[in-house]
């Protein structure tokens, strides 16, 4: 299937702005709130988002191969690597061969992790309160039913090969178009 736009009346009254669009506003959602997180994490933790992302996880799910931790943390192989390696080096997570299969390598959190989560997670579950607190439960409950369903509608998006060109990062060169 290849990717045309929509259909759009000629005699709208107006071309669409980054404001009309909910992926950009749910962008600038996110880039409202990520600082306050990003303070509380590097500034009083010392430990990246990503990292609190990874430990997080692995202190809710228990031991996990790396595979599968990039797929909850929703981040490339690269990327996980290096955050496991690096929360390995604080001594926050812990590496193990599997069982019965030694070549499968598990990650857990140490017990210096367990209780870095046992410490930020109130305060990270306190703001994110606090940012939502406007909103009633009924709303924050539709509002996480919608957010699945873009979810679900993207990654299926994603898996169609909607838009077949590929990101090329770091390469010289401008807008061709």
Known sequence: ????????DPKASHSPTLHDMM???????????????????????????REWRILAIVAQHGALTSTDLAHAAALDAARTSRAISTLCQKKLLERTRG???????????????????????????????????DLSSQELHAFGTMLDRIIRRAGLMLEEDLIKERVHRGRAGGYSG
Do not use: K
Not at 1 to 8: D, E, L, Q, V
Not at 106 to 128: C, F, H, K, R, T
């Open 1 to 8: 299937m290849s990717f045309s736009a929509p259909h759009r």
């Open 23 to 49: 992926m950009f506003r749910l962008y600038r959602a996110w880039s409202a709130g990520n600082p306050i997180f990003t303070r509380l994490c590097e500034g009083r933790f010392n430990i990246t988002r």
């Open 99 to 133: 069982q019965p299969d030694a070549r499968t390598v598990q990650v857990s959190a140490s017990s210096a992790g367990m209780q870095l989560y046992e410490e930020i997670m109130p305060i990270v579950a306190d703001l994110n309160d606090l940012i939502f607190q």
